[in-house]
């Protein structure tokens, strides 16, 4: 008889649909598949505070929280938005709980991330729509606009079309652009900690999921 594996868990606050959808394929993807280590278990809320998700959450230990978020663009009422993300993330870490706060942004969006899986996207974008162009390209659809995209139905099967490999390649592809960005001189911003490019593309998802990925041995 097969060992029976134990479960690592893992704390995410994200601020969409999609975000959550694509959390709980993987943990569905990875606790289907024989060669993972452990199995997995997401605890994942759509909260876009992250301390009101920090104030919620009952832990007695050190507990890391990823918060899935994009830099939608350079207009003020974005950078606000994604400032004030940070504040957030910060004052959660004082609250004497133990929690330590990582961020998992996307620049643009959440669904660079996505397209990824498939291919590869180095080329600056002007505006988060322009991704799905990419997107239909990368999964044989024919979406007319993100809304269509993001429909449960139509995001579902497009996950359906990913393996386990096209995860990993996604975390390869992320990290040859930010060796990218290095190589052509951006500058990194820092604030309240957290470290981020306003140059897009860009993201840091994809170490939440080489971590999981690296805790089960699937890297």
């Known amino acids: 008889m097969a060992n029976r594996k134990s479960t690592k868990k893992y704390y995410f ?3 969409g649909e999609t975000e959550e959808w694509y959390l709980l394929w993987l943990r569905d993807l990875i606790n289907s598949t024989e060669e993972a280590a452990f ?8 909260e876009k505070d992250p301390l ?3 104030k919620g959450l009952v832990t007695t230990t050190k507990t890391e929280i990823y918060h899935i978020s994009d830099y939608e663009s350079d207009e003020a009422v974005h950078v606000k938005q994604f400032t004030d993300t940070m504040d957030r993330m910060k004052a959660a870490m004082g609250l004497g709980k133990q929690i330590i706060y990582k961020f998992g942004y996307s620049n643009l969006t959440f669904d660079l991330w996505i397209v990824l899986h498939k291919a590869d996207c180095f080329g600056s974008l002007v505006h988060r729509k322009n991704y799905l162009s990419h997107i239909n390209r990368a999964y044989g659809e024919e979406f ?6 993001k429909h449960e139905d139509n995001f579902k099967r497009c996950l359906k079309k990913l393996s386990l490999d096209d995860v990993i390649k996604a975390v390869e ?3 040859k652009i930010m ?16 470290s981020y490019y306003k140059e897009n593309p860009s993201l840091a998802v994809w170490e939440a999921i080489k971590k999981v990925l690296k805790d089960c041995k699937l890297i």
């Open 52 to 54: 009101k998700r920090a």
């Open 13 to 15: 606050s994200v601020e």
């Open 39 to 46: 199995k997995v278990a997401i605890d994942c809320k759509i």
């Open 173 to 175: 592809r992320s990290e």
């Open 144 to 149: 007319e606009s993100m809304d269509e995209y």
């Open 179 to 194: 060796e990218n960005n290095v190589a052509a001189g951006y500058v990194m911003q820092k604030y309240k900690g957290f």
